[in-house]
């Protein structure tokens, strides 16, 4: 069965079993492999994802879930087309602060950081606490997650 | 700095000293896997192998004198990888020591993974190719520094000749060779002819005082990749033809198939072959989601006659019950039973640890394309010759059959690095049994990979003290029960000796406080339940027993923790320079607010020394939270010290997600949990503000990917004894509701 | 846009289940009388003794008190989990709305079905109770008198409170809740059975133990 949605900015029209996991139509049909499997059952925010501009889980969305409606990936941030000016900003306050460690998690961290950001321009330590708690980070790196966040806050 | 004087107590992941004769070692190593033939036992004369003189001009015009770096025309330093990085840092680590002695620019440096060969790329720590025990960075400190400095030597040759003036007048800086004259030219535009000159023996390596890189900052090489979602994992591997494959696994260790019924699951779209396995029963489909789907399709009934069928508590009871005899001597210094005889107060504490999953967030995977006569292989192969052995065996081929491409690992904190190296194994199997030359990725879903096994070992202690009548420790008797990592590996060798895994007892054996009494004993338990090296290893339960007991002691006994500790390590400076460190930054003595207890714990692991003061108070349930953790290290010079704070940072986030709340437990035989749900992990609600100070220090740098992890549990349980009074010896500490002391 | 869109701008609790509450007011066994539901609460408790009111709002109460129920009518701002009703795992919060604050938004992962694959619950409006219908740790009396208080609850009259229990799709979900979550252990039709015949008696609350 096909569905057609917009993914980072480009109408793309899947042909896929209609409960496939967003997660799996993107990183298998559309090769968009920045969103990561973690847990498949929404515990770990690897696969974040937003739907029409809120962050997702896309293991639990499922390809049906999406007709007619707007898909961005960590892709779309790198994209012209579709970035914005708070993913900007979160991308280089990561880089600044060399956040990443094995970096798995980071796409979906990202995906969540301007979530939050995009809707709470300067966010506060507890408003950090519920945005991101739903991103395991294995590695840790909340600590510069948080110094990030707060860093965007300050250039955007 | 050379090879030889690299700490004689690397312990490492596999517990060995750093070998005196590393071809000898690598010798019986290959001996004790089963080898793969005499393809790898080539002749390894120096530290630093060269590329003959074609090699180094393979590709057109690039600078390439030894395996570990390339010049390009365009301008780049590829500098070549010999580890895996799986977040710990190593290739950012390797690039700066050649970056700095080339005197490269940040910009112009780019890393690749080293293709697998233990020859040019073993870790000098283990004879072989791989890393872990935090011995990255150590083992390579001369040998990428020498890489960089041939180049170098060979950048200013090459410009000597071409502008016809004397070597001594040039000088290289930020990628640009220039000569007082005011010639300069980059390293791209010199490479192809610096590529014809000779490469020198010795090149000189700069005077640390002249470091630009190495103590200062070079930052992350990985950042922007993994920002924007391009860097490349194993799951990210994607061929034409390409098939998923999954395996349904047994529900308890050491049960095996007996049957199985695969209608449903060869109905799924998708689904191409359902076959058994060594593993199991291995599923093909043309898409991941089809995979997994089948994978929970599949009706397979198990032969558990040979499981493990014992539970968490059978194992506590069994272990508690040995605690009473006398274990495998692993120390024993002085006469304990006169010591005890002494003592006017002895003190007592058993100590529960349960298994924990390492659970990276990249879940086990390994891509393989076998067509019968040669394969390539791709994952985040932490022991590469292992790995690339492993698949020569099943695969029935050469080593030069084979390319295994290490690739950017998930995370893995000692999962990666596994004897039997399973995750390839398996993958191999699969490739084999299906016969096609299909790409085949094989992918563990979460439930595999918390279910699966190759825990850190659940252990029991027991530590028994006797104090004198000023307060101070006589006596130390200290027994630990568990499962041995290294027996029945080929590690065993190396790791086990006259009935002590020197991984069970590391942290405890090598207790740093002058006592005149010690004993440390192991009993070794025998279980279906496999087990591996956690990240800090031994210490992830020792530093936990012996650090609380102190406080438990320095309590009993009337004295300040840290003046009781300082008191014992007269001999020990790096262990006091730490500790000193740490609780002058956190303001030890110092009033807190009210609600808030504070903590400490010094511990040295992997010959780095970690101390943390733990900030804690009480959330109105009674969990604990930790505000603050202020961390001090010793870990010889520094090379990058942004790495070493996110190390530790990460470590101390790694070690508290397991003290809190991370426990495997069994019934039945059954691994209770299954997901991030039943086994949660440190969350950023949950994280500290955490603060690193580095000890300074000109000393031989050593490991810091470990060595974070160990200490911040007992530094938090002993912030818990001083405001609620309340011993933490069963982990997780959520296992009690804490209340504050009145 | 699809269903999933409106989820995210559904008004809070009470007036969705209201306006599913608009249609036939009626369950299968007990067809309720119109004029008992919509009678004075108050004026009920004059009529029926004390004894009586305890004894018909009781089993209605041990339902509410499931962990089903009871898991999404917190008093505080944090939904619970499980059979031993722990708070939600990822510092899931209510947010504005009662739909989650921003990121951990009911529908970032609830869908209006349970996962058949993930074990993620899921119904139709997946949302938490606003704060006035808070039940944690509230004896009968005052658990009854939240439920029928037009205050709190959203404006429903005792008509719309049966109609919410006994027609409402995430209500229902209470016993069908997939994975390895226990059902409301009272079934269903027996729940409405007193459920009726304690709004037929005119919703009767049971006087607060002295």
């Known amino acids: 069965m096909a569905f057609t949605a917009t993914i980072n900015g480009k109408k793309n029209s899947i042909d896929v079993d209609p409960e496939t996991p967003l997660l799996w139509v993107l990183r298998d049909e559309l090769k968009l492999t920045g969103t990561k499997f973690g847990c498949g059952a929404a515990l770990c925010g690897a696969c974040t994802v937003h739907l029409d501009g809120e962050a997702v889980r896309s293991c639990q969305i499922q390809a049906r879930d999406v007709e007619g409606r707007d898909v961005t990936t960590i892709e779309g941030f790198t994209a012209d087309a579709s970035t914005t000016p708070v993913a900007k900003a979160v991308q280089a306050a990561w880089i600044k602060l060399d956040v990443a460690q094995c970096g798995y998690c980071q796409p979906g961290q990202i995906m969540s950081a301007v979530g939050l950001l995009t809707q709470i321009p300067k966010p506060t330590d507890d408003d950090i606490d519920k945005a991101m708690d739903g991103n395991v980070c294995r590695c840790a790196t909340y600590h510069r997650i948080r110094a990030a966040i707060h860093e965007a806050a300050k250039a955007i | ?742 | 846009m699809g269903r999933h869109r409106n989820f995210l701008t559904v008004l809070p609790f009470a007036i969705a289940a209201v306006v599913i509450g608009i249609g036939v007011i009626a369950s299968a066994q007990a067809p309720l009388d119109r004029n008992l539901l919509i009678a004075d609460a108050n004026a009920a408790d004059e009529k029926i003794a004390p004894a009586k009111a305890s004894q018909l709002f009781s089993p209605v109460a041990a339902v509410l008190r499931h962990p089903r129920c009871m898991n999404c009518h917190p008093r505080d701002d944090r939904p619970r989990q499980g059979d031993d009703r722990h708070p939600h795992l990822q510092n899931i919060v209510r947010g504005d709305d009662n739909l989650g604050f921003v990121n951990g938004r009911c529908t970032a992962c609830h869908r209006d079905e349970n996962s058949q694959h993930s074990g993620v619950p899921g119904a139709p409006t997946w949302h938490l109770a606003p704060l006035s219908m808070g039940w944690q740790g509230l004896g009968d009396a005052e658990l009854c008198s939240t439920l029928i208080d037009k205050e709190k609850n959203g404006g429903k009259d005792i008509a719309a409170l049966v109609e919410h229990m006994a027609k409402d799709p995430l209500v229902l979900w209470g016993w069908t809740p997939g994975g390895d979550r226990t059902p409301v252990s009272t079934p269903h039709p027996q729940f409405v059975k007193e459920l009726t015949a304690w709004a037929d008696a005119g919703a009767p609350c049971p006087t607060a133990a002295k």
């Open chain 2, 1 to 742: 700095m050379t090879y030889s004087d690299l700490p004689s107590k690397l312990t490492g992941i596999f517990a060995m000293p750093v070998p005196k004769a590393p071809d000898a070692s690598r010798r019986s190593f290959l001996k004790i896997t089963g080898g793969v033939g005499a393809g790898l036992v080539l002749g390894l004369a120096a530290p630093l192998p060269r590329l003959g003189a074609t090699a180094a001009q393979a590709a057109s015009g690039t600078l390439a004198p030894n395996p570990f770096l390339r010049v390009a025309p365009d301008n780049t330093v590829t500098v070549i990888i010999k580890h895996l990085d799986k977040g710990q840092g190593a290739a950012t680590g390797l690039a700066t020591l050649v970056a700095e002695e080339l005197d490269a620019d940040h910009a112009q440096i780019k890393t690749e993974f080293a293709p697998a060969d233990p020859i040019k790329y073993k870790n000098f720590a283990f004879g072989v190719q791989g890393v872990g025990g935090s011995t990255g960075l150590a083992n390579s400190y001369e040998q990428y520094r020498t890489a960089g400095a041939t180049a170098r030597a060979m950048l200013i040759a090459a410009a000597a000749r071409t502008w016809n003036v004397k070597a001594d007048d040039i000088t290289v800086k930020a990628g640009v060779v220039s000569h007082s004259s005011g010639k300069s030219a980059t390293f791209g535009e010199l490479a192809n002819t610096a590529a014809g000159e000779s490469v020198p023996d010795k090149p000189t390596l700069k005077d640390p005082k002249d470091f630009v890189f190495i103590g200062k900052s070079f930052p992350r090489v990985d950042s922007p990749a993994k920002v924007n979602g391009t860097a490349l994992y194993t799951i990210d591997h994607q061929f034409d033809g390409m098939l998923i494959a999954t395996i349904a696994r047994p529900p308890m260790f050491g049960a095996k198939v007996k049957s199985f019924d695969a209608s449903e699951a060869e109905s799924i779209k998708g689904v191409v072959k359902v076959m058994p396995v060594p593993q199991g029963i291995a599923i093909l489909a043309t898409n991941t989601w089809a995979a997994i789907k089948a994978q929970r399709a599949i009706k397979v009934e198990w032969e558990k006659s040979g499981a493990e069928t014992r539970g968490s508590a059978d194992l506590v009871a069994e272990y508690k019950a040995l605690l009473d005899t006398p274990g495998a001597k692993a120390r024993e210094d002085g006469n304990l039973d006169d010591a005890f005889k002494t003592a006017v107060k002895v003190v007592e504490a058993d100590f529960e640890f349960p298994y924990l999953a390492h659970a990276p967030m990249e879940p086990m995977d390994c891509v393989v394309r076998y067509d019968g006569a040669s394969a390539d292989i791709w994952t985040g192969s932490q022991l590469q010759t292992l790995d690339h052995a492993t698949a020569c065996k099943v695969l029935g081929l050469k080593p030069e059959a084979i390319n295994l491409h290490t690739v950017w690992a998930g995370g893995s904190f000692g999962r990666r690095a596994i004897a039997d190296s399973h995750y390839v194994r398996e993958a191999c199997d699969i490739a084999k049994a299906y016969g096609k030359p299909a790409p085949i990725k094989v992918i563990w879903t979460r439930e595999d990979d918390i279910k699966g096994g190759w825990y850190r070992p659940l252990y029991v202690h027991r530590i028994k003290a006797g104090l004198d009548k000023d307060g101070n420790i006589v006596a130390w008797l200290h027994r630990i029960v568990g499962q041995s990592i290294g027996a029945g590996t080929p590690f065993e060798a190396m790791m086990v000796k006259d009935g002590v895994d020197s991984s069970s007892v590391e942290g405890a054996s090598n207790l740093p406080y002058a006592i005149a009494n010690i004993r440390v004993d192991l009993h070794t338990t025998k279980g279906g339940v496999p087990v591996l090296w956690w990240r800090s290893v031994g210490s992830t339960h020792t530093a936990h027993a012996t650090e609380h007991m102190i406080d438990i002691l320095a309590k009993e006994g009337g004295k300040d923790p840290v003046a009781f500790r300082l008191a014992m390590l007269k001999d020990k400076p790096r262990h006091a320079g730490a500790l000193k460190l740490a609780a002058e930054k956190a303001g030890w003595g110092k009033p807190l607010e009210p609600g808030k207890f504070r903590g400490v714990a010094v511990h040295e692991s992997f010959a780095s020394f970690v101390a943390n003061v733990a900030e804690v108070s009480l959330r109105d349930d009674g969990s604990v939270k930790v505000e603050r953790v202020v961390c001090a290290i010793d870990c010889g010079l520094a090379v990058n010290p942004d790495v070493v704070a996110a190390q530790m940072e990460g470590g101390i986030g790694y070690g508290l997600g397991a003290g809190l709340k991370g426990a495997i437990t069994l019934a039945g035989g059954e691994v209770e949990q299954a997901n991030f749900d039943g086994y949660d992990v440190l969350r950023m609600s949950e994280m500290p503000h955490v603060e690193v100070h580095i000890v300074p220090s000109a000393a031989p740098p050593t490991g810091v990917g470990e060595p974070g992890t160990p200490v911040v549990t007992p530094a938090v349980a002993n912030a818990l004894l001083s405001g609620t009074g309340v011993r933490t010896t069963v982990l997780p500490m959520n296992k009690q509701k804490y209340k504050t002391q009145s």
